[in-house]
């Protein structure tokens, strides 16, 4: 694993071997926020050491790095999924990677389905906390000393200051946020209707099929963590209309400027 970070990080160094602030995954349909990047250095996945192609709709396979406001950032314009058939490693790769550049903050974006009843599409959530029961852990095995302990505390993988940071823009832009608790499930199907009624039992509140390993493992390496979740659909059972990944990136492409202004003022405050 040493290895690959290393490889990685080695490349990108190759690019850009300045400070960065903050580092930025972008989920589902969330990449027009990388359009706000000034004087963009574009690098493709395929052309960073073991970092796979992405394979899905809405995530392009780019790493970014340029500025924000007052902030050198690096975004990732597509995530690696575990439903695509990679190791949970692998998917946790982009994370590791920042962390070897010495990057402390980091923004986790995500299309997600509601659960909770004022949890519509178009909704802006902070996530508080997580539930990861179905999530293989990316800390399994050889412990990655350099990084962080064996055994990680897990209190308060989402930043309490960070989401105060997030309120107060909010407040102050206009735009309205809720909180809550994000679940996650492996996919790549849907949830059934079933499913849904026993996560909500267990408290969540929106279910999604990302950002948990990318979490544990940033709060492994001592990052700051922001998590945000676009509400795109209603979770299975509590709509209408049949899920789909279409509908995702169509509401999320309808969201994007409240998302976009959300996230660039945040990073602009973000100290």
Request: net charge negative; proline share 5%; hydrophobic share 40%.
């Amino acid at each position: 694993m040493y290895k690959k970070i290393d490889a990685a990080a080695d490349y990108i160094r190759k690019h850009y071997d300045g400070k960065i602030d903050i580092a930025i995954v972008l989920g589902s349909g969330l990449g027009p926020i990388a359009s706000e990047i000034e004087t963009p250095i574009e690098l493709n996945y395929t052309d960073i050491p073991y970092f796979p192609a992405p394979t899905l709709e809405g995530h392009d396979g780019k790493l970014i790095v340029g500025k924000i406001s007052n902030k050198t950032v690096i975004a990732m314009k597509g995530r690696f999924h575990y439903y695509e058939g990679h190791d949970i490693e692998t998917v946790c790769l982009g994370i590791r990677v920042f962390q070897r550049l010495g990057i402390k903050k980091l923004v986790l974006t995500n299309a997600c389905g509601g659960i909770r009843d004022d949890l519509t599409p178009g909704t802006i959530m902070l996530i508080k906390d997580h539930i990861g029961l179905f999530c293989p852990s990316p800390l399994r095995g050889p412990n990655l000393d350099e990084f962080g302990l064996r055994f990680t505390d897990m209190t308060e993988v989402y930043s309490r200051e960070a989401r105060a940071l997030a309120y107060k823009v909010a407040s102050k832009s206009g735009i309205e946020i809720k909180e809550g608790i994000y679940s996650y499930f492996p996919g790549p199907m849907f949830e059934t209707p079933a499913e849904i009624l026993a996560y909500r039992a267990l408290g969540a509140d929106v279910v999604g099929m990302s950002t948990v390993p990318e979490a544990i493992v940033a709060r492994h390496g001592g990052m700051t963590v922001l998590g945000i979740s676009l509400i795109t659909n209603r979770a299975a059972g509590l709509g209408n209309a049949e899920l789909s990944h279409t509908e995702v990136i169509e509401t999320a492409s309808k969201a994007e400027r409240n998302l976009v202004a959300f996230v660039k003022e945040i990073i602009r405050e973000w100290e």
